[in-house]
């Protein structure tokens, strides 16, 4: 196991269109986040999972944002009707059990919205 | 709302000098911390942690310092290498992880 993978690591889009993220974390982590960073900001958390529930999602994600962890291994972020602001870098992490552990992040995936 | 923040966006250290990074968090129920390192185009890259019951750690060339009654945190870098310069997020979590703006390090030689 090579740590956490994001897939695709660069996503340039059209306004308007839908895109879906992945996050496959470590092998045996229970809880997976999703963050999203902007330019001189800091990781903006959005999202959380414990196995395959979805523990808390930030008032900061309209309901354009969606996530899932369907069998509570890989994940899946959908942001539907892109909008230039969704420009970011979309992070996810892993952690072995609750939130009192180090998580480990991904490389990112990298959205530009044209 | 509760956040984490930190006293200075940007820090210039010569080579082979101590760093010294600072982060003001304001949920007490936070019992948990965690310093991470990120350089440009990469994920957050774990450094330190320290557990509420705490008030230092050391780790190789870092510790961190956690002063629960002030609510503050700092990582302090021996011997600062050009390796070193990168962003540096402190994050706080009672249940799920929070950073602040980080502070950019820049080592100069």
């Known amino acids: 196991d090579t740590g956490v993978s994001q897939d695709p690591r660069h996503k340039i889009t059209k306004r308007g269109q839908n895109v879906t993220f992945r996050c496959d974390p470590i092998s045996e982590h229970n809880r997976l986040y999703w963050y999203r960073q902007t330019l001189g900001q800091g990781p903006e958390f959005l999202t959380y999972f414990q196995n395959e529930a979805q523990l808390e999602k930030s008032r900061l994600l309209s309901d354009r944002f969606s996530a899932e962890r369907p069998k509570g291994s890989f994940s899946t972020l959908e942001i539907q009707r892109t909008e230039q602001g969704d420009s970011a870098m979309y992070l996810c992490?892993?952690?072995?059990?609750?939130?009192?552990?180090?998580?480990?992040f991904g490389q990112g995936t990298r959205l530009t919205v044209v | 709302g509760e956040s984490v923040g930190l006293h200075l966006p940007t820090l210039s250290v010569q080579e082979g000098d101590n760093s010294i990074i600072n982060c003001a968090y304001s949920?007490?129920?936070?019992?948990?911390f965690i310093w991470y390192k990120q350089e440009s185009g990469k994920g957050p890259q774990f450094i330190i942690d320290i557990r509420s019951n705490m008030d230092k750690r050391q780790g190789q060339r870092v510790t961190v310092l956690l002063n629960k009654t002030v609510k503050h945190l700092s990582l302090q870098i021996a011997a600062t290498q050009p390796g070193d310069s990168a962003v540096y997020f402190c994050a706080e979590t009672p249940d799920k992880l929070i950073f602040g703006a980080g502070t950019r390090l820049a080592v100069h030689p």
């Open positions: 949920n007490s129920a936070s019992d948990y």
């Open positions: 992490a892993s952690s072995p059990r609750t939130g009192d552990t180090e998580a480990f």
